[in-house]
């Protein structure tokens, strides 16, 4: 059962405008952020008191800051950030919450009352303050940010993996698995999560937008990336000061992460789309 | 239903319990040492020893944690190492200026939101709809420390209207208090629209598609009726759970947005007893967000049930 029954029942059919967009704007975001040591017109970290607080201009396209730093090679490097951000946090609740999903769905019981009343205990704590709770204990880095984004979203990738398994469970296949008296870890990892795996990229892409928003808010706290950085969080920051008299500086970075937050929401809510056809004909409705 | 509230109360507490040992392992792991932390880094290890004995850090840890819940379940929140005073007055004050600020928003936020929904679903396809898309899709995909910016940079940059930060009590005066409200409010109600009238919207123009509205219109019910007293009800159903949501991720919000305008209110002292290891304060925080999260959930539950008659007691609990 390797190809997905939910792939197979999807024609061929043409993208979605909605799909199109996102990908166009989220593939350019990623380019430009791996590219970024490359195309960047000037040094991202170098300090230089002559070129303080300059407005934008044709050198320097989005300004510069109150280091005479170049403000677009900035929130290049800054790009590179918020995507590990957004991907090594989601991976991390991946890795934890869908085996937990798997297992409370499959088992059900008290395994499954033990694991969701667990997850129901995290999720009664606001995200940011559950994070601020993990990074209060160790001084701040950004990789400790991107570990307590990924844990306070195991979760809610918990439930909707276990939710997800609880209708795969049912299906013949299952059934056959359990016939041939396949162990729990075959019938999990080998039936169950590969026809689960579409409906759960649609929920990881989403989340990869709340990873990003969530570590720049914690960034932003000064909980995340430290100077000299340039993530978009911390940029902002420390631009709150200058926001009367250098305003590009703050704004750039928000804008930027507008963009890749609204192109891979796009990407996500087109994917679910195509992928969940019950959805489809209610949003073609309505 | 008495049983049901009654059953809902009870879990309530239970994960409340719960958040209480979560929050107490997860500060307890902390590398300072709090015996260090009250007599300074260069402290006599002699007189860090009484303290620690004093305090009780030599326990185990279960014995450490049943002392504080005991405390706390009498009424104690403890003393806040930093300030040097008990922590419940303090945290009341808090509270109390974010609970303002909060229900004020979650007011607008229910108001506003549900009226673009509405008038978007009524409108539906035409410009006033994908206006409203448009503008909630933004609110959404934007952190709100950053519309906080923004909100700053037009109020009290350039048009000047508004304090930039900083809060004054009521007692100075209604306006200058009123004004310190308002560009926080803005900020977090338009970061937090988005859910409410995007659901509110796809479940009206569901609602407004189903027989029994064609049948009210049938009827000869002017539009107005059959908007407000037949769908609205029902579309409002799911929108009622989003809002509780709403409710905790508004007091997730509060911590950015204190921080930015300077707010003295609960997300502030949060922010403030991390940046400064005050853990007594910081647990006791973290405890009162979720209390009023767990109640914010189980209002939204009980408004439920009663929009919907249809809901099985028993079941939903599990």
């Known amino acids: ?37 490359w195309i960047s017109p000037h040094p991202w970290d170098t300090i230089s008191i002559k070129t303080r607080f300059l407005p934008p201009s044709t050198t320097y396209w989005l300004g510069t800051d109150d280091f005479g730093r ?15 951000m957004g991907i090594s946090a989601t991976l991390i609740s991946l890795a934890i919450g869908v085996p937990i999903g798997l297992a409370a769905g499959y088992f059900r019981g008290r395994t499954d009352e033990l694991l969701m009343r667990s997850a129901d205990v995290l999720m009664a704590v606001p995200p940011i303050m559950l994070g601020l709770l993990v990074l209060a204990v160790t001084p701040p880095a950004i990789w400790k940010t991107a570990v307590a984004v ?15 398994t609880l209708s795969i469970v049912t299906e013949d296949f299952v059934q056959a698995a359990r016939a041939r008296a396949e162990g729990p870890a075959w019938i999990l990892f080998r039936e169950i999560l590969p026809n689960a795996w579409p409906a759960l990229i649609v929920e990881a892409s989403l989340r990869v937008t709340y990873a990003i928003l969530l570590g720049s808010a914690l960034s932003f706290l ?27 500086i703050a704004l750039s970075p928000g804008i930027a992460m507008c963009l890749l937050v609204v192109g891979i929401n796009l990407i996500g809510d087109g994917a679910r789309e195509r992928l969940d056809p019950r959805l489809k004909t209610r949003t073609a409705k309505g | 239903m008495a049983r049901y509230i009654l059953r809902r109360l009870l879990s309530v507490a239970l994960v409340l319990v719960a958040v209480s040992i979560l929050v107490f392992a997860v500060t307890s792991i902390l590398p300072a040492n709090v015996a260090y932390l009250i007599l300074g880094q260069f402290a006599d290890p002699a007189q860090v020893k009484v303290l620690e004995a004093k305090l009780g850090l030599n326990d185990p840890i279960w014995q450490q944690y049943l002392r504080w819940a005991w405390a706390i379940v009498q009424g104690n929140l403890g003393e806040s190492m930093l300030m040097n005073r008990p922590i419940a007055p303090l945290l009341f004050e808090a509270i109390s200026r974010s609970l303002v600020l909060a229900s004020v928003s979650f007011v607008l936020i229910a108001v506003i939101g549900i009226g673009l929904g509405v008038a978007a679903a009524l409108r539906h396809g035409r410009p006033l709809d994908h206006g409203v898309s448009v503008g909630t899709y933004l609110g959404i995909a934007v952190p709100e420390f950053f519309w906080a910016i923004v909100v700053i940079l037009i109020f009290a940059s350039w048009l000047g209207w508004l304090p930039s930060s900083g809060y004054e009590p009521l007692a100075t005066g209604f306006w200058i208090w009123l004004q310190h409200l308002i560009a926080p409010t803005i900020t977090l109600v338009f970061a937090h629209l988005a859910h409410v009238s995007r659901l509110t919207r796809s479940s009206m123009i569901e609602v407004l598609q189903s027989p029994y509205v064609t049948a009210a219109r049938a009827k000869g019910l002017p539009e107005r009726i059959v908007v407000m007293r037949h769908a609205l009800r029902n579309a409002l159903l799911p929108t009622i759970t989003v809002l509780a949501l709403d409710f905790g991720r508004l ?68």
Request: charged share 15%; aromatic share 8%; proline share 7%.
């Open chain 1, 150 to 164: 990924g844990l306070v979203y195991v979760p809610p990738i918990a439930r909707v993996t276990r939710s997800v």
């Open chain 1, 70 to 84: 170049d403000v677009f090679s900035r929130l290049l490097m800054g790009t590179r950030l918020s995507l590990a």
């Open chain 1, 222 to 248: 000064g909980l995340g990336a430290q100077p000299p950085s340039s993530d978009w969080g911390l940029m902002i920051a420390e631009a709150r000061a200058f926001i009367d008299t250098a305003p590009w």
């Open chain 2, 251 to 318: 007091m997730g919000g509060i911590v950015v947005i204190e921080t930015v305008f300077a707010y003295p209110g609960l997300g502030r002292l949060i922010v403030f007893s991390i940046q400064n290891r005050d853990l007594p304060t910081l647990q006791a925080s973290i405890l009162v967000v979720a209390a009023i999260y767990a109640i914010a959930n189980l209002l939204a539950d009980l408004a439920y049930a009663w929009l919907n008659p249809r809901i099985r007691y028993d079941r939903s609990i599990a």
């Open chain 1, 1 to 37: 059962m390797a190809t997905s029954a939910a792939l197979e029942r999807a024609p061929r059919k043409p993208m979605s405008a909605q799909l199109k967009a996102g990908l166009l704007i989220t593939s350019v975001i990623v380019l430009l952020g791996l590219l970024a040591p």
